[in-house]
C-alpha cells in the first residue's frame, strides 16, 4: 500500500521541523500510519515531536519507533 497524496504533503510539511528535533532518527509513513524513529525512547524527544505535529498538523497521531541512529549509506 502506498502512500496518499495527503500522507506524502503531511510528510513534506512535517519533515524539517521533526528531522530538526535531537533524538529523532528519521520520519516515515509505513502502511500510511505517521510513524517518528528515534535514536533512543526518551520522552522529552516524544513529548517536543507531539507538540510540534499537533502545531503543524493538528489530528495528526504520530507513532513512535525506536530505531537507533540512521545513516545514508
Do not use: N, W
Amino acid at each position: 500500500m502506498s502512500a496518499a497524496p495527503g500522507d506524502l504533503a503531511l510528510k513534506r510539511r512535517l519533515s524539517p521541523r521533526v528531522l530538526g528535533i535531537a533524538g529523532v532518527s528519521g520520519l516515515g509513513l509505513p502502511r500510511g500510519r505517521l510513524t517518528i524513529y528515534l535514536e533512543v525512547d526518551d520522552p522529552r524527544v516524544r513529548r517536543r515531536v507531539c507538540q510540534v505535529v499537533a502545531r503543524v498538523a493538528p489530528g495528526a497521531a504520530p507513532r513512535f519507533e525506536v530505531t537507533g541512529p540512521i545513516r545514508k549509506r
